[in-house]
């Protein structure tokens, strides 16, 4: 309060030479282009700033643009490479943020996958692949393999393309949407029993009784508003489980969509938190982005130690008490399963309610035999099959009930 | 150009003092947050503190008030948090009784009586916008709040003036130094989020914790004070499911001097004992064994 009580004027700004402006401009491009929230607000603050003497030293304006700049803990940790980068020439060295993610961000595959795609969606990207159906395993990745556990981290890729086939992700959405709503009506209804009467607004009955003298009679009052259910899905996306990835990300994609509140974790030796990339406006980025993040996708399964980075890393964030966790998975784990046991326990304190829906389930003859779901089972509202969009339809009346 | 220089020494100036006026109230800056305190003087934003439970968030909003020698007003956010509960609410005894009182007269002029200031209840934001020093506003734990609620203080912030529909609109007498602190258990709204200046606060390094230590706790010698800063610093590194936060190593350290210690190596036996300050779940307790404390009593020269 002390300093400078008065808001820099236009002669002021005036000393910001053009020179600067257009550089400035430049970086605010480049922080845009990274994600950064910018708009023309904390370009004219920027300026302000360099006219009052902030740019005297580069770690000064460093310091002092990151405050500006910065909205989120991810753009805080970027925020000092991109600046060295441009305005002081450095290289840029990149962190990745996403717990959990691909350690090298250089995937041969993610060029391959540009090359090949040259539109993100449409009828032309419909036509150069196969309509894949639901029932039908066509994933290549699930070809001539073995259904069970498997050690051997597979670093080759699940083809998230098929995602991008409009039909089915317009049913992938329609089920979303329809399971949102009727888990949200329920949640609705149990608030309202749990409730012991309606509040007194005491404010508005006051406001319309002066006419009877201030004696309460006609009373007005209030309701609590219902909150919206958050749905966290983890997704089993080992080798064991290539048959389904396909179809359980398009649901996460409509869940992402429809559920007001939401996230999405795909596992398998690793976990990697995919609400941000799948929410990416432009397909093919967040194609690109999930390719990354899904590396090693398609090999063996640490269910247990998946669930522990989740626990520690993003349970905190993610669960509140209205939270219900999906977890995909046919259970089949490579790890500990007595590891597993203790991280079900821990979600289970944490969280309103878990259901593990698992495709072997539909399997004639199958047994929940697997030592991972047998640790698992005890802490689990609902144990559920489910390998097509269909069969998740058909889950609709058991998942309203949670 | 000579202009820019003086202002240059202004704000280094002023950089500086907010470092030791902080000091000077218990609270050990780092240069970065100096930096935010007076870019959030220059430039008018609230400054919104993101980190984890106890890394002090709230302590440098207790600190700031403290440098300006002014009040700190504070806003607790929880969910279900609203606009009776944190801008001004009517003081519904005072109305029925003055209700009472009246009656029989114009009902209009009662209606008139009863909406008056003299009938209102400052809740903290619109206290915040009404003193005529600047006081700094703390919302505390803004990511506890819902939605909407995040949507109101955001038109708030923007144009600091309150519209009561029994009395009009309340401009603001002066503009408050507000202090956002989140915990992250919620995604807060990009919009609120370009409003602020951004600070992220860590637990602070070694050499600072030290300082912070000798700062608030009398009687923390230097020696002691860095060694339980090492020692936090290695149980940090332990895969712990809460981990310390600053105002936990205060307890310890206070718990400490409280003994009589001076040095940890003399007292194995009661450091591992008084860990109970650090550690705050069944889980971590069971954790951190005898074996383990030793070990990390070892590394701290």
Same mark, same amino acid.
């Given at each position: 309060m002390s300093c400078c009580d008065t808001t820099p004027g236009y002669d002021e700004l005036d000393e910001v030479s053009r020179l600067v402006s257009t550089k400035l401009a430049a970086f605010l491009r480049t922080l845009r282009d990274n994600g950064f929230a910018v708009g023309l607000h904390e370009g004219r603050d920027a300026a302000s700033l360099m006219a009052a003497?902030? =740019?005297?030293r580069p770690g000064l304006l460093r310091s002092a643009f990151k405050h500006l700049f910065s909205a989120r803990k991810a753009d805080w940790e970027k925020f000092d490479g991109l600046f060295d980068a441009f305005w002081l020439g450095k290289r840029v060295r990149s962190?990745?943020?996403?717990?959990? *993610?691909?350690?090298? =961000?250089? *995937?041969p595959s993610l060029k391959s996958l540009r090359d090949t795609r040259a539109e993100p969606s449409g009828s032309e990207a419909a036509t150069d692949?196969?309509? *894949?159906? #639901?029932? =039908?395993?066509?994933n290549r990745a699930g070809?001539?393999?073995?259904e069970g556990a498997s050690r051997a981290e597979n670093l080759s890729e699940i #083809?998230?393309?098929?995602? =991008?086939d409009p039909e089915q992700i317009e049913q992938a959405h329609a089920v979303a949407a329809r399971l949102a709503k009727a888990m949200r009506a329920r949640l609705t209804r149990r608030d309202q029993a749990r409730r012991r009467g309606y509040r007194l607004d005491l404010r508005r009955t006051i406001h319309s009784n002066i006419s009877h003298?201030?004696?309460?009679i006609s009373l007005i009052k209030r309701r609590r508003k219902p909150k919206p259910l958050r749905l966290v899905v983890l997704l089993d996306a080992s080798g064991s489980m290539s048959m389904y990835t396909g179809v359980f990300l398009r649901f996460i994609h409509g869940v992402l969509d429809e559920f007001r509140e939401a996230e999405a974790f795909l596992f398998h030796t690793r976990l990697a938190y995919v609400s941000d990339a799948m929410k990416e406006k432009d397909s093919a980025r967040a194609l690109d982005r999930l390719s990354i993040m899904a590396q090693g996708a398609g090999g063996g399964t640490r269910i247990g130690e998946s669930l522990q980075t989740f626990n520690r890393w993003h349970a905190a964030r993610v669960i509140h008490s209205r939270s219900c966790v999906m977890i995909v998975s046919d259970g089949y784990e490579t790890g500990d399963a007595a590891l597993l046991g203790r991280e079900m326990a821990a979600l289970a304190k944490r969280c309103r309610r878990i259901v593990w829906l698992n495709p072997m389930l539909g399997w004639q003859g199958y047994a929940p035999e697997a030592a991972g779901i047998k640790a698992a089972l005890p802490h689990i509202d609902l144990y559920a099959p489910a390998n097509t969009l269909q069969s998740l339809c058909a889950l609709e009346p058991y998942l309203a009930k949670l | 150009m000579k202009r820019s220089e003086e202002e240059n020494a202004s704000a280094m100036k002023t950089r500086e003092d907010i470092a030791t006026a902080l000091a000077a109230s218990g609270y050990i800056a780092d240069a970065e947050l100096a930096t935010a305190i007076s870019l959030m003087q220059l430039l008018k934003r609230p400054l919104l503190l993101e980190g984890e439970a106890g890394v002090g968030k709230t302590e440098v909003a207790k600190a700031l008030a403290a440098a300006h020698a002014t009040e700190l007003i504070r806003l607790q956010c929880y969910e279900g948090l609203d606009q009776s509960a944190a801008l001004y609410e009517w003081n519904y005894q005072r109305q029925l009784l003055s209700i009472q009182a009246h009656r029989g007269e114009d009902a209009d002029a009662i209606e008139h009586q009863i909406f008056s200031e003299k009938y209102l209840l400052e809740r903290p934001l619109l206290a915040a916008i009404r003193r005529d020093k600047p006081p700094v506003l703390l919302i505390d734990e803004i990511d506890r709040a819902d939605d909407e609620f995040e949507a109101f203080l955001l038109e708030l912030l923007s144009d600091f003036q309150v519209s009561i529909p029994e009395l009009g609109t309340i401009k603001a007498v002066t503009i408050p130094h507000v202090v956002l602190t989140s915990n992250g258990t919620r995604e807060l709204s990009d919009a609120l989020r370009r409003r602020c200046l951004y600070h992220y606060v860590d637990y602070p390094d070694v050499d600072r914790e030290a300082r912070i230590i000798m700062a608030r706790i009398e009687n923390a010698g230097a020696s002691l004070s860095l060694q339980i800063a090492r020692l936090v610093e290695g149980i940090r590194k332990e895969e712990l499911r809460k981990v310390p936060g600053v105002a936990e190593t205060l307890d310890w350290a206070a718990a400490l001097v409280g003994l009589g210690v001076r040095d940890l190596h003399d007292t194995p036996e009661l450091v591992h004992e008084t860990l109970m300050c650090l550690l705050k779940t069944h889980e971590d307790r069971s954790r951190v064994t005898r074996e383990v404390s030793e070990r990390l009593l070892g590394k701290v020269a």
């Open positions: 003497g902030y =740019a005297a962190r990745s943020v996403t717990m959990g *993610s691909a350690k090298s =961000a250089n *995937s692949q196969v309509p *894949s159906t #639901d029932e =039908a395993p066509e070809e001539g393999r073995m #083809d998230f393309r098929k995602m =991008a003298g201030g004696v309460p | -």
